[in-house]
Structures are given as C-alpha cells and as structure tokens.
C-alpha cells in the first residue's frame, strides 16, 4: 500500500513539475515574441527626440548597468582573460555595429519594415553556412523560399524609391543584419577553436555591452553638436528604457531559456510571427503608414520565409 502511495505521489509531482515546466516554456515563448515585435518601434520612438549614436549610447550604457547588476546577483563571475575578452569583441561587433546600422536606419524606416528585414537573417545565416562555410546544406524548397523572399525585399525596394531616404534606410538595416550574422558565425569560431571559452549568456552580453558602450562614448564628442539640449519626453525615455531592459536583457533570458527547451523549429517560427505583429503594432501605436506596394513585398517576405522554414517545420513534426 505504501509503495502504491508513493508511486503514485512520485507521478503526481512529475506530471506537476512537467505542466510547470510547459506553462514557464509558454510565458518565455510569448515573452519572446512580444519583446522582439516591440522593440523597433521602441527604437524608432527612441529617435523622435534624440541623434540615433546618443540614443543607442544611452541604451546601452542603462542595460550595461541592468546586465551587471543582474550578473552580480546571480553570482556569476564576469571573466577579463584573453579568450573571453576575444568573445565580447565579437559580441561587440553585433552590438555596436549591428545596431549602429540599425539605429541610422531607423530614422527613416517604419518599425515593422525594421523587422520584417531583421527576420531575413536567418536566410542570410543559411546561404553563407551553405556557400561560404560549408556548415549547412540547403535543399530546393529552402532555395526557392531564399529567392521568394529576396523578390519580396526587391519590390519593397521598388516601393520605397519615390519615397524619400527609405532606401537609404533599408540598406542600412541590411548592413546591420550582415553584421549581426557576421557576428554569429565569428562567435562560434571562437567558441570551437583552441583555448576557446565558454560563457555563461549573460556574462557575454556584459562583455560585449562594455565594449559597444566604450566604441560609442568614442563617438561621441563628433556628435556633440546634437547632443540632447533638453529632457527628453517621457515616451522618447520610456522607449528608451524598455529597449535597456526589455529588449537587451529580458529578450536574452527567454531566447537562451527556450533554446534548450523547444525544437528548433518552433524556435525559428517567431522570425515569422515578428514581424507580422511588429507591422501592426507600428500602424497602430504610431500610425505608420505603409503603401500597398511595400505590404505586397512584405507579404512576399513572409512566404518566403515560412517556405524557407517549411523543411525544418516538417521534420519536427514526423519526430
């Protein structure tokens, strides 16, 4: 009778702990999602009242302080040698770089066009693990998704030409999406070499937020000129500080909490969700208007980026 007892306790408090587990998957899932659609609105808001280089200083200087006071209470020790040190210059290289691009692009862009280009990047990965690195082989249907989603991004470009600096906008966003996936494959290089090093997530973003914090302090007195003559409004701060906190801190502890959680290409399907809602969101909250020709291309995007994922989607499902 004991035994029944506590047999069945032990399946109860497994099945407990299983549906905990799922309801914390779920909440980082969606936080996950509402956090990465959000934030290019929040970049654009940010850029309303400030230069793009002194409202990226100034988000990065907060979340470096979020990220080390989080990292100190964690106990998680910070390392400075040589191999960690080489990881937080890659890391930098996606921050500082990627989003300097960004943040110059965004002052011409509408924040759901910001994210439907950031949601290109996975195909951007796969055509140089494919052509360049050798790391991944992509199949017909994944080609003719990449080249789908490439007309799509061609039309938007149509689109954008009789309306002022977009252009210049997207192209600047583009650089930036080159960057943050130059970053990606330079940092596993550096994980997998010799003497290489393994950091704790947040221990990394650290490193690197130092870094991107110092080249842009570097940067500053050339754009001392338009430095923020007055307090800047409360919507110009909050944004600003929901891209600290949110979108540099809160955003990485879903994405490495869920990556060891769910199969890859549940993963993969907020590159898809993104920037639907990212779209929606920015007509909506801040009225930006969109021309058919440019939703057309979006749309156009989109299929081809749910093509593109269609292989891994079925894979995951016949498992």
Not at 59 to 78: D, I
Not at 116 to 132: M, Q, R, T
Not at 156 to 172: L, P
Not at 276 to 286: D, H, Q, S, V
Request: with cysteine.
């Amino acid at each position: 009778m004991n035994a029944e007892l506590d047999t069945t306790t032990t399946l109860a408090g497994l099945k407990a702990g299983h549906a905990t587990e799922r309801f914390n998957t779920s909440i980082a899932y969606i936080g996950l999602v509402l956090i990465w659609s959000t934030t290019p609105l929040s970049v654009v808001l940010s850029l309303r009242e400030l230069n793009p280089i002194w409202s990226l200083t100034i988000r990065f200087l907060l979340a470096l302080a979020v990220a080390r006071g989080v990292l100190w209470l964690l106990k998680e020790p910070l390392p400075v040698d040589r191999a960690a040190m080489r990881c937080y210059l890659v890391g930098s290289f996606s921050l500082f770089w990627a989003m300097l691009f960004t943040y110059l692009g965004a002052q011409y862009l509408p924040s759901g066009l910001i994210s439907l280009i950031y949601g290109l990047s996975p195909l951007v990965a796969g055509f140089f693990a494919h052509v360049v690195f050798k790391s991944q082989r992509l199949n017909f249907i994944q080609w003719a998704g990449m080249f789908i989603a490439v007309l799509g991004l061609a039309g938007i470009f149509g689109a954008a030409k009789m309306q002022g600096n977009i252009v210049v906008g997207i192209i600047y966003v583009l650089l930036g999406v080159l960057c943050y996936v130059g970053s990606i494959f330079w940092l596993r290089y550096e994980n997998n070499r010799e003497g290489g090093v393994s950091l704790h997530s947040l221990a990394q973003t650290t490193g690197s937020l130092l870094l991107s914090g110092i080249g842009l302090l570097v940067l500053i007195p050339f754009y001392w000129e338009q430095r923020p003559m007055a307090i800047p409004s409360w919507l110009c701060i909050s944004a600003i500080l929901y891209s600290a906190t949110f979108a540099s801190v809160l955003a990485m502890f879903c994405y490495f909490y869920l990556v060891s959680r769910v199969k890859p290409a549940t993963l993969s399907l907020t590159t898809v969700m993104t920037p639907i809602l990212a779209m929606g969101l920015g007509m909506w909250i801040n009225h930006e208007n969109l021309t058919w020709s440019m939703l057309t291309g979006a749309a156009i995007v989109l299929a081809g980026l749910l093509l593109y994922f269609a292989p891994d989607w079925w894979r995951a499902k016949s498992n």
